[in-house]
T-cell receptor
Framework: KAGVTQTPRYLIKTRGQQVTLSCSPI?????VSWYQQTPGQGLQFLFE???????NKGNFPGRFSGRQFSNSRSEMNVSTLELGDSALYLC?????????????FGPGTRLLVL | AQSVTQLDSHVSVSEGTPVLLRCNYS??????LFWYVQHPNKGLQLLLK??????LVKGINGFEAEFKKSETSFHLTKPSAHMSDAAEYFC????????????FGQGTTLQVKP
């Protein structure tokens, strides 16, 4: 079974631009979560989608948004990019929501904002 | 509120010697707990998870962890380190119930010397 895939893998943008990242979960998985990883802040939760509905949101500004499609694929969008948005963005999927559910991570999209 | 604290930011061992990566958790109830590993420029891979079935959990690549409620600890061990174990390790707890929101520790970088 194919793992979680993320596209693109690398991205360079300039301040003020917007960016859209894509995540395709493992087949049959309906929950998709997004995380931001930076050297200073570590791994931080952005949001979670389940069956096309946002179920949880982390403490990020409204410039960060996301959505999930009926096939469970998810996109996240960052508008008006800032230098501090440079990070590795990781997507994870699980079969369903639940405390013991294992989240499987994709390889990430590395975003560099100049 | 759930949280995890990784007690060492950096651990260095010689190849063939035991590995101990320490994690303490905070939770108002018996949590699920995970250890993930991240190799350079890679996504996160699940090593093992605890979901209250057994306190000693065996994972991949010879790693195991023991859940100790009295000490609120979930330390990761391996009897004999291999060069390929060099990576960053994260102790993780899900926040709340029925959620895909993971709370990550700050990570421990494992260095394996020949």
């Amino acid at each position: 079974k194919a793992g979680v895939t993320q596209t693109p893998r690398y991205l360079i943008k300039t301040r003020g631009q917007q960016v859209t990242l894509s995540c395709s979960p493992i087949s049959g998985h309906r929950s998709v979560s997004w995380y931001q990883q930076t050297p200073g802040q570590g791994l931080q939760f952005l949001f979670e989608y389940f069956s096309e509905t946002q179920r949880n949101k982390g403490n990020f500004p409204g410039r960060f948004s996301g959505r999930q499609f009926s096939n469970s694929r998810s996109e996240m969008n960052v508008s008006t990019l800032e230098l501090g948005d440079s990070a590795l963005y990781l997507c994870a999927s699980s079969i369903r929501q639940g405390m013991g559910e294992t989240q499987y991570f994709g390889p990430g999209t590395r975003l560099l904002v100049l | 509120a759930q949280s995890v604290t990784q007690l060492d930011s950096h651990v260095s061992v010689s190849e063939g010697t035991p590995v101990l990566l320490r994690c303490n958790y905070s939770s108002s109830y018996s949590p699920s707990l995970f250890w993930y590993v991240q190799h350079p420029n890679k996504g996160l891979q699940l090593l093992l998870k605890y979901t209250s079935a057994a306190t000693l959990v065996k994972g991949i690549n010879g790693f195991e962890a023991e859940f100790k409620k009295s000490e609120t600890s979930f330390h990761l061990t391996k009897p004999s380190a291999h060069m390929s174990d060099a990576a960053e390790y994260f102790c993780v707890v899900p926040k709340g119930g029925n959620t895909g929101k993971l709370i990550f520790g700050q990570g421990t970088t494992l260095q394996v010397k020949p």
